[in-house]
Nanobody
Framework: VQLQASGGGLVQPGGSLRLSCAVP????????MAWFRQTPGSQRELVAR?????????GYADSVKGRFTISRDNAKSTVYLQMNSLKPEDTAVYYCHALLGQTAYWGQGTQVTVSS
């Protein structure tokens, strides 16, 4: 199973980016979807998550609350991460993650660089 993340790039502080992750339909609808990020020498950290099914409960790391929004489009089997008011400390490789039951799936990562 392959998750395809895209949308990373170079942006100035205060700017915005939207990450997308295409997920196979066979696992998407009831999977808990999440975005993680990782910088060199650090552990991968959870940025945001959203539940599957009709509830769509979201959760965010304190460092991104009020700036990032996770959403999902079941018709397109895609999860998004809208990132606003970006800061240099948001620079990282961002990974898409799906959890269905006890099985986890990862995307390949997309680089986000926030710099002037």
């Amino acid at each position: 199973v392959q998750l395809q993340a895209s949308g990373g790039g170079l942006v100035q502080p205060g700017g915005s980016l939207r990450l997308s992750c295409a997920v196979p339909e066979s696992i998407f609808n009831f999977a808990i979807m999440a975005w993680f990020r990782q910088t060199p020498g650090s552990q991968r950290e959870l940025v945001a998550r959203i539940t599957g099914g009709p509830g769509r409960i979201t959760g965010y790391a304190d460092s991104v609350k009020g700036r990032f929004t996770i959403s999902r489009d079941n018709a397109k089997s895609t999860v998004y991460l809208q990132m606003n008011s970006l800061k240099p400390e948001d620079t990282a490789v961002y990974y898409c993650h799906a959890l269905l039951g006890q099985t986890a799936y990862w995307g390949q990562g997309t680089q986000v660089t926030v710099s002037s």
